[in-house]
């Protein structure tokens, strides 16, 4: 009776833990696949004040520095 138990729980993990792996991996992948929606809509004020995709090749080197000023600056906080 016991060893039913113990197989029971078990599998019961077991099956918690793929389906906690499935929804992550599903949650990076809508994350991700926001952010590139985001930044090929949205656009930012560049220094001669157009309107300019961020996604455009300064456009989106200068937001990935953004971020890693952003990462830096929580990092060192």
Same mark, same amino acid.
């Given at each position: 009776?016991? +060893?039913? +138990?113990?197989?029971?729980? *078990?599998?019961?993990?077991?099956? *918690?833990?793929?389906?906690? @792996? +499935?929804a992550y991996r599903s949650g990076e992948k809508t994350g991700s696949m926001y952010m590139l929606? @985001?930044? %090929?809509? $949205?656009?930012?004020? $560049?220094?001669?004040? %157009?309107?300019?995709?961020? *996604?455009?090749? +300064?456009?989106? $080197?200068?937001?990935?520095?953004?971020?890693?000023?952003?990462?830096?600056?929580?990092? $060192?906080?």
């Open positions: 009776m016991k +060893t039913l +138990t113990i197989l029971e729980y *078990l599998s019961l993990l077991l099956i *918690l833990s793929g389906a906690i @792996y +499935t929606e @985001y930044l %090929r809509k $949205n656009k930012y004020k $560049n220094t001669q004040g %157009r309107y300019v995709p961020f *996604l455009s090749d +300064t456009g989106f $080197n200068r937001f990935i520095s953004h971020m890693k000023k952003e990462k830096e600056i929580k990092d $060192n906080g």
